[in-house]
């Protein structure tokens, strides 16, 4: 309407003088002028005795003829006003947006289809993937297929297939843990079986006394390996969040130290302590204790007579870094990535269970920390270094 009124005149006196602009009927448009004073001029089509609004715009108005949408244009010499019925505007409304509302309606469904179209495809292989799951056995660790995977879930079958790899290694450990805990008990009660034997055929007392000193020593052998074997089930059970304490570590440090003095002095080897630790961690006493026991145990079985064992530790960031150095013969390269696995031995000559560093390392980890193993630049020992994580207190009381 409000082209109209800008295309069909430029004053009122031009409307009053021009003929009947070329209107549709079907539109229901009246074009009116009014002179200054306000009398009407000229309406096309003529009849209509609408009312002039007053300013310049877009109004609605009622008039004994119905309801009217209108634009008025306020002139220096009048008003022109074109206006038409609210009723057919409505009606040229629906028209125009019932070609939309047919393709929105046809939309809907076939929207719907493709939808589900794509919705089963992407799904397939997740139900695909479902099967393979449900029908694996319990202790299968096989890869997931990742063939006509859609690139949205390959993500999650690629970590699903990492985290079976990771599964497939720690059984594979466990297996191996138990074959060699086995192999280990089973020596020492095949000799308990063949030393009993000796006994019953025994002719003399000192025959039975060494027969049962060898036994002794055997069960005693037994009875190390089965606590070391518990105390390594336990290390590697996850901590509960409630079960750490606010622990020292110098004092857990200086009671292992007290522990293993007797077995020091009975191989003459002096054991020292340069700097102990100031730090605070979260752990269980029984933990630390046994975690620096273990380290000094070892390092003074493999320490020949006469040599030295120095504790020392220093603080780094948020880290207590305790080193413990012997004058061993130190471990050969090979041996030192794989040393702190169940039943591996620095060397084999030496009595032990190779049950310690497995020990200790896992305590490590347990709280947090990490173990490290590295021979002196001239090889006449070797270093190990446990790295623990400090409580925000950064001093024991």
Not at 5 to 11: C, E, H, L, W
Request: charged share 20%.
């Amino acid at each position: 309407m409000r082209e109209i009124a800008f295309n069909v005149v430029s004053s009122v006196d031009d409307l009053a003088q021009m003929p009947a602009p070329p209107l549709e009927s079907d539109d229901m448009i009246v074009v009116q002028s009014w002179d200054a004073d306000g009398r009407l001029l000229k309406s096309f089509p003529p009849g209509f005795d609408l009312p002039r609004q007053a300013a310049t715009g877009f109004a609605n108005f009622g008039a004994p003829s119905g309801q009217w949408r209108s634009y008025t244009w306020v002139l220096d010499d009048g008003t022109v006003q074109v206006s038409q019925r609210a009723s057919v505007r409505q009606e040229l409304a629906l028209m125009a947006a019932l070609p939309a509302i047919i393709i929105v309606l046809f939309l809907i469904p076939v929207s719907a289809l493709l939808v589900r179209w794509l919705v089963g495809r992407i799904l397939t292989p997740v139900d695909a993937l479902t099967s393979q799951l449900m029908a694996r056995k319990p202790d299968s660790t096989r890869q997931l297929a990742t063939s006509d995977v859609p690139s949205e879930i390959a993500p999650l079958i690629q970590a699903m297939n990492k985290a079976l790899e990771r599964l497939a290694e720690l059984l594979a450990s466990q297996q191996r843990f138990v074959s060699n805990a086995a192999h280990q008990l089973r020596t020492p009660l095949t000799a308990l079986r063949i030393q009993a034997g000796t006994l019953r055929h025994a002719s003399n007392g000192e025959a039975t006394t060494e027969i049962l000193d060898d036994m002794d020593l055997a069960l005693r052998k037994m009875s190390t390996l089965t606590n070391q074997l518990l105390t390594l089930a336990r290390a590697e059970t996850p901590v509960s969040i409630e079960a750490p304490q606010r622990v020292g570590l110098a004092d857990a440090l200086q009671e292992a130290m007290r522990g293993v003095a007797p077995l020091a002095e009975s191989k003459s080897i002096r054991l020292d302590s340069i700097a102990l630790p100031t730090g605070v961690v979260h752990a269980e006493r029984q933990d630390l204790v046994a975690m620096f026991s273990n380290l000094l145990d070892n390092a003074i079985r493999y320490t020949p007579p006469g040599g030295q064992i120095t504790v020392s530790a220093r603080r780094a960031k948020e880290q207590e870094q305790i080193e413990i150095a012997d004058t061993g013969p130190g471990i050969s390269n090979e041996l030192l990535e794989r040393v702190c696995d169940p039943f591996v031995r620095g060397d084999h000559e030496q009595e032990g269970t190779g049950l310690g560093l497995s020990i200790v390392k896992a305590l490590a980890a347990r709280m947090g920390g990490r173990i490290s193993l590295q021979n002196k630049p001239d090889r006449c020992g070797l270093v190990v270094r446990i790295e623990l994580p400090l409580r925000p207190e950064t001093h024991a009381p």
